[in-house]
């Protein structure tokens, strides 16, 4: 099956640091999406974003679905930004319509 | 909308009893989702429905879990009997799928663990 890798699997920030996540999958992918789950537990959707360009804020993302990474960006950050971030991809290969693989993250601690 | 709601947010039981972990999902959407989640294996789908009915349940662990979606508000993830490698976080999560898009809303989880 399609392989998500994200790097780095932890990283550590001085408070208004800029800094790039990236996640690499293995085969083509219609979708995309870019979770954060905060220290809570909670998991919330920052992007759906199978290609192209976005941004909300601080935060932005870019998908280059022919080369098959995604990056994401977090500029000036803050100790609200703390947390693991996934990336998820829907393969499309005609599997599962909902069956969205998850990396396994990478975990982020802004330090104030 | 209060988005996805699920119940309870905090389960402990013994090990042998029945489990039910109940989920809410944001009105309007078609699709709802289980996901478990564990230290070693990450975030897994355990099965999802769309219009109430089961389309994939390839994830479901064995055959003391179950599902079920009586109506478009309303699912139950069901455990019986319940072990201790079952402790996880479970997430409910629903989407609608409108031109193409499809962003999962997650739930605040149940926390699970049975001793």
């Known amino acids: 099956g399609i392989q998500v890798e994200q790097s780095p699997p932890d990283l550590i920030l001085q408070e208004g640091a800029n800094s790039t996540l990236r996640c690499n999958f293995s085969d083509s992918v219609n979708n995309l999406q870019w979770f954060h789950q905060n220290p809570w537990g909670q998991l919330i959707n920052l992007f759906y974003i199978p290609s192209g360009t976005k941004q909300n804020g601080r935060l932005s993302a870019t998908t280059v679905a022919t080369e098959r990474y995604s990056l994401l960006y977090i500029s000036s950050s803050q100790t609200t930004d703390s947390g693991v971030y996934f990336c998820a991809v829907l393969p499309n290969y005609g599997g599962s319509q909902g069956n969205l693989i998850f990396g396994k993250g990478t975990k982020l601690s802004v330090k104030p | 909308d209060a988005g996805v709601i699920q119940s309870p947010r905090h389960e402990v039981t013994e090990m042998g009893q029945e489990v039910t972990l109940r989920c809410k999902p944001i009105?309007?959407?078609?699709?709802l989702f289980w996901y478990r989640q564990t230290m070693m294996r990450g975030l897994e789908l355990l099965i999802y429905?769309?219009?109430?009915?089961?389309?994939?349940d390839s994830g479901m662990p064995e055959d003391r879990f179950s599902a079920k979606m009586p109506n478009a508000s309303f699912s139950t993830l069901k455990i019986q009997p319940s072990e201790p490698r079952d402790s996880a976080v479970y997430f409910c999560?629903?989407?609608?799928?409108?031109?193409?898009?499809?962003?999962?809303?997650f739930g605040p989880g149940t926390r699970l663990l049975v001793l």
């Open positions: 009105s309007g959407h078609d699709y």
């Open positions: 429905f769309n219009n109430n009915v089961p389309i994939d």
């Open positions: 999560a629903s989407s609608f799928l409108a031109g193409g898009q499809e962003t999962q809303y």
